[in-house]
């Protein structure tokens, strides 16, 4: 089975600190992919970012950062200098590779909040 | 239309009601999935097509939930005999097929309330 937890529920911190956002993943899958979805308000998942189970190399966009390390099965999402349009609830999300990632299996979420 | 849209937004049920959810997704997008979003939880998948093929129904909770798509454009989520434990938020998904796995593109939801 799969499963996904985000043991962080809620995140409060000031604009402009760095905040780091904990994923970790459980899946009998050799190769699988990992994803990080942002649901702003309105209520529709934004995707951010996918990366394959045998390609470990970190990856940076922006402010926004991603930390996969396979061997603690984490795959930990970092914003630099966070911004008050960074509020938001984060999933993160597991699927298998071999059918094409038709089924998602999210985290709980952890709902960041940036205060000004 | 330009995003996946949902419709009802809201929805209020009584006990016992039959209650139908569509989803237009985004046009020339052959794949589209429905989840469940329970309150304060992460979305749970429900079932996926590929154009009015319905491929994985596995996370259909109970026969009372049946999905379709017969055109393979529109699809419908109908929820017979609504329960109070079925009040939740259902995401409608859309993607195109083999490009870009996982990248779905989300619906605002259907929030449902059983009284």
């Known amino acids: 089975a799969q499963k996904v937890t985000q043991a962080q529920t809620e995140i409060s911190v000031v604009e402009k600190e760095d905040v780091t956002l904990d994923c970790v993943y459980e899946?009998?899958?050799?190769?699988?992919?990992l994803f990080w979805y942002k649901q702003p308000p309105s209520g529709e998942l934004v995707f951010l970012i996918r990366?394959?189970?045998?390609?470990?190399q970190n990856e940076i966009s922006g402010r926004y950062s991603w930390n996969f390390q396979k061997s603690t099965s984490s795959f930990n999402f970092t914003i630099t200098a966070s911004q008050v349009v960074d509020s938001a609830v984060y999933f993160c999300?597991?699927?298998?590779?071999?059918?094409?990632?038709?089924?998602?299996?999210f985290g709980q979420g952890t709902r960041l909040t940036i205060n000004p | 239309g330009a995003g996946v849209s949902q419709s009802p937004r809201y929805k209020v049920a009584k006990r016992g009601q039959d209650v139908a959810l569509r989803c237009d997704p985004i046009?020339?997008?052959?794949?589209l999935f429905w989840y469940q979003q329970a309150l304060g939880q992460g979305p749970e998948f429900l079932t996926y097509?590929?154009?009015?093929?319905?491929?994985?129904k596995s996370g259909l909770p109970s026969d009372r939930f049946f999905a379709e798509r017969p055109e393979g454009s529109v699809s419908t989520l109908k929820i017979q005999r609504t329960q109070q434990e079925d009040s939740a938020v259902y995401l409608c998904?859309?993607?195109?097929?083999?490009?870009?796995?996982?990248?779905?593109?989300f619906g605002e939801g259907s929030r449902l309330t059983v009284l």
């Open positions: 998904a859309s993607s195109l097929v083999g490009h870009r796995p996982g990248e779905l593109f």
């Open positions: 899946t009998r899958d050799t190769t699988y992919y």
């Open positions: 990366r394959n189970s045998f390609d470990e």
């Open positions: 999300a597991l699927s298998g590779i071999i059918q094409g990632a038709q089924k998602l299996v």
């Open positions: 046009s020339g997008h052959v794949s």
């Open positions: 097509f590929q154009n009015e093929a319905q491929l994985d």
